[in-house]
């Protein structure tokens, strides 16, 4: 079973451990960002409230993208990153820091109003509360003081939520963790399920009277296959019908057999109330039978509607399903 298989069968993909600090999702400052490009309402600061929505977290801290403060700011991105290289003695690691590749694809991935940032050969910066208290200094405005101010009582209002939710947000954080491990282990009981379950063996011998086993067996045939099944039986009824339905939804199945007035009735009737069989006139008689699942052939030894019956075997042959159908033509 390929990893892809399992993830399906367990619900869930896998997390996979990162040994930096993710990024957080963002997607909640949507709105704050329409509304302040909103023509109508003009460039206007948004409220403290607003700009909590646009602070993430990066490597553990809360931070303010570049361009997000130039937003706040009203200023060029560009403009606001350069007034900070004059004064790059201001602006240690901690109070400023660019992203790593890494952190900028996560930045993309979970923030729509970054996307434009998926083809850019610079990462953007981030600035903690200490980088922004020095911002006005730069700037050289009273409006980036008054904004200045608005966004460490933003950083403020923040950090003390996590404070007084820290408890919380460390349940959530365990109660996740304890999820993936619980999946993790599932995954590898149903592992070890399925490596002692039994197998579609490609031979198969049926003793006559083996009815159940046989159709049991065929059954497991029909439920295997992923795109189509097609029968080539010179004796087929109302049996090959009940049995073709067990396989899975878009599978296509297809009978090829000889014209018999009681089985075209019986399969107008079932295809009128389920998902339709195709029938193909057998252009002449064949002696043997074979069962198509997918890309195998199955030499079956006994029409599909009597195994069992009598003594007979089921093989898996080398043949393409394309050779045996091209000898009906």
């Known amino acids: 079973m390929t990893n892809d298989n399992k993830n399906q069968r367990s619900g869930?993909?896998?997390?996979?451990?990162?040994v930096h600090e993710p990024v957080t999702k963002c997607d909640q400052s949507e709105e704050v960002i329409a509304n302040f490009d909103n023509p109508e309402k003009g460039k206007e600061t948004?409220?403290?409230?607003?700009?909590?929505?646009?602070?993430?977290?990066?490597?553990?801290?809360?931070?303010?993208?570049?361009r997000d403060l130039a937003m706040i700011y009203d200023v060029e991105t560009k403009r606001l990153n350069e007034q900070v290289r004059?004064?790059?003695a201001?602006?240690?690691?901690?109070?400023?820091?660019q992203l790593t590749?890494?952190?900028?694809?996560?930045l993309v991935a979970n923030c729509d109003r970054f996307k434009m940032l998926k083809h850019s050969t610079s990462a953007p910066y981030a600035f903690t509360v200490f980088g922004v208290s020095m911002l006005p200094s730069v700037l050289n405005s009273q409006k980036a003081i008054d904004t200045s101010i608005r966004i460490i009582d933003a950083f403020v209002a923040m950090r003390n939520f996590l404070v007084q939710n820290a408890d919380v947000l460390r349940r959530i954080a365990h109660l996740e963790r304890h999820q993936i491990d619980t999946d993790e282990k599932i995954d590898m009981i149903l592992d070890k399920m399925e490596e002692r379950s039994p197998k579609l063996l490609p031979e198969q011998i049926f003793q006559a009277g083996c009815v159940w086993d046989a159709w049991s067996y065929v059954s497991d045939?029909?439920?295997?296959?992923?795109e189509r099944i097609v029968l080539i039986d010179n004796f087929v009824d109302d049996r090959v019908l009940s049995l073709l339905d067990k396989r899975s939804d878009g599978v296509s199945a297809t009978i090829h057999s000889r014209y018999y007035e009681q089985f075209q009735t019986d399969l107008k009737k079932h295809n009128e109330q389920y998902t339709a069989i195709e029938f193909v006139q057998l252009p002449h008689r064949n002696h043997d039978r074979f069962l198509i699942i997918d890309d195998k052939v199955?030499?079956?030894?006994?029409?599909?509607?009597d195994m069992g019956a009598g003594l007979c075997a089921v093989t898996e042959m080398q043949a393409s399903p394309e050779t045996i159908l091209d000898m009906l033509k």
């Open 46 to 66: 948004p409220s403290q409230y607003d700009i909590e929505k646009l602070i993430i977290t990066v490597r553990g801290k809360q931070v303010l993208i570049d």
């Open 86 to 88: 004059r004064n790059i």
């Open 90 to 97: 201001r602006f240690p690691d901690r109070y400023r820091f």
């Open 12 to 18: 869930k993909k896998k997390v996979s451990k990162t």
């Open 298 to 305: 199955y030499f079956m030894g006994a029409s599909l509607k």
């Open 101 to 106: 590749k890494v952190e900028m694809q996560e």
């Open 221 to 226: 045939l029909v439920r295997s296959a992923k």
